[in-house]
Structures are given as C-alpha cells and as structure tokens.
C-alpha cells in the first residue's frame, strides 16, 4: 500500500485527489489549515487516514510538518497548495504577492528538501500541481503566473538532478478549475469568453493516471496543451491570439 501526502487536501482538486486514491487503497496523509475541513474530509473517507494541520504561508508550518512527515515513510508527496489571483497586476496587494509565492513556490521548495533524504532513499515520487500558466503568462494573472513557471523550473531542475538516483517529479498543469479558488468575476470571464473548466474529478483522474504512467511533464486540456507548445517555440503567435481578449478580460478584472 502505497502512502501519498497531500498538501491543501480540503480544496476541490486535494478533496478529489483524496477520494480516488482512497478508492485506489492508498494510505494518505491529508494535510491543510483548516482542521475541522480535514477532519470531516477524513471521516467521509472512513477515518482511516492521517492528517495534518498546516498553514504554508508559515515557514514555521513547513518546518514542522517536514519534521513529522520525515519520520516516516512517503512514497508520493503531492505539492498541491495553492492560491490564485485575478486582477491588474497594480492591484494586487505587495503582501498577496508574498504570500503567493510563500505558498506556491517555498512551501513545496522547503517542504520537498526537508523530505529529500528519505524520498531519495525510497526512491519516492514528487508530484507539483502547477497550471498551464506555468508555460503561458497569462495577462491578469501575473503574480499566479510567475509562481507556476517557477514551480515547473524547480520541478524540471530536481528532474534532472535526481533522475539517476531513482527519484521522479512530475510536474502537471490544469487549465481552469471549478473550485472556489475562483471568484465571481473570473466565473463571469470564463463563460463570456468561453473558456473551458475542468471539475476537479475529472483533473483528478488525469493527475493519477500521471502518477501512475510517470509522466514527468503533463499539461491536461485541448486547445491548451498545443498553446504550451506554441509559446514555447513562437509566443509571439500566443501574444497576438491574447492580445485580442486583454480588453474584455480587463472589464472582469477592475475591482
């Protein structure tokens, strides 16, 4: 039986991914900060799992939780904390953008080489949730944006430092989510723009089968897998196909 940490459990996508694990016999450790969520989300999984209570914009959180799951074996580490934000970048308050990349980008950094010693020994797999603006900046998510494209640096990166001692990261991007990550405003531009969302079982069930498969690099949706591609060789050709929606975006993205 395999033992799977699951960082921000309680959100739509952690919550998926613990069910379908579940169904699948894995052992979790569920880990968010809001103890109660974690609770109820255990006992509706037959209170058979661990949890932990953590807040990851702490640094302290992270060093006590690296500390307990050390003691441990752990055979996944999914890093799948979040926070998102949709707004014109002069908007965004300097502590939000902090408090971003404390939790997108320290947290699973900190969290990871804290666990790093042991997951090597296992030969254990890291899995980064990031998104498809992890290859695409996306106008009005620029600080959101800049953490997922330092998450997929730092995934690649540990990739290829660790290949050769048996460990695996794996980095897989989401488009768009349904969860309550999204507020009202970014529900209103998805529909007006026809952007497809995802629900998170169904991301779920494409990040396990990742999990499963080894995948290391992973960006889940159509046309958006072929847009990654293009900004990576041509983003001018991506410049000009966003270009033409910045103006009704802006009108969802003024507070």
Do not use: C, W
């Not at 797999?125 to 953490?147: C, D, E, K, W």
């Not at 460990?167 to 989510?177: H, M, S, T, Y």
């Amino acid at each position: 039986m395999q033992r799977v940490v699951i960082t921000g459990a309680t959100g739509g996508l952690g919550m998926a991914l613990a069910s379908l694990l579940d169904s699948q016999n894995s052992e979790l450790v569920l880990v968010g900060r809001d103890e109660v969520a974690l609770r109820a989300l255990n006992e509706s999984l037959g209170s058979k799992h661990q949890i932990r209570v953590a807040d990851l914009a702490s640094a302290d959180a992270i060093d006590s939780l690296a500390e307990q799951l050390s003691q441990q074996r752990v055979d996944v580490l999914i890093n799948n904390a979040g926070l998102n934000e949709f707004g014109e970048f002069t908007d965004v308050p300097p502590a939000t953008i902090e408090q971003m990349f404390q939790v997108n980008v320290i947290a699973p950094m900190k969290l990871t080489q804290a666990m790093l010693p042991a997951l090597v020994r296992d030969k254990a797999t890291v899995l980064n949730i990031g998104s498809v603006f992890g290859y695409i900046g996306f106008p009005f998510y620029a600080t959101y944006s800049a953490t997922k494209f330092a998450l997929r640096g730092f995934s690649e990166a540990l990739y290829r430092e660790y290949k050769d001692q048996g460990l695996k990261v794996l980095f897989v991007a989401p488009r768009a989510i349904a969860t309550n990550m999204n507020d009202a405003r970014t529900e209103a531009m998805n529909k007006a723009l026809g952007n497809t969302t995802d629900t998170p079982e169904a991301v779920a069930l494409q990040i396990v089968r990742a999990l499963r498969e080894g995948q290391i690099r992973t960006v889940i949706g159509f046309p958006e897998k072929l847009f990654a591609r293009i900004n990576g060789v041509l983003p001018n050709i991506v410049d000009k196909a966003l270009f033409k929606q910045v103006a009704a975006m802006r009108k969802f993205a003024r507070k």
